[in-house]
């Protein structure tokens, strides 16, 4: 949880903004990995497409549930956002590599990205000391 000092440099407007970001990531990770958890058909199919054999989908799934945890608990986020954006680059690697639709497939795991650490800029004064944007 942000200290006094942290909470006194980030407005509530700031505050709010960074928790809705962080909670969007949060579901959609979550919502991923019980899917790939429960080995949906769907998404079976997605990863065949995508050159990845079934079995691949736990081991898939159990990552993004891990990344989706310790991106959700203050103590760990910065941690999880680190591995979500590993997790996030494989999955950009991958639709690169079958030559997916760019907007729409390949590039949505900047969105998600920009989302996890923008929303972790918004909620940390300690962040936004370490990427400071000039005026």
Known sequence: MPTEIEAANTSKTMLWTGRVMSAVVVLFLLADSSMKLMRLAPVLEAQAQLGYPDADARLLGVIALVCALLYAFPRTAILGA???TGLLGGAIASHLRIESPLFSHTLFGVYLGLLAWGGLFFQDQR??????WRR
């Open 82 to 84: 680190i591995l979500t």
């Open 127 to 132: 962040l936004r000391a370490l990427i400071p």
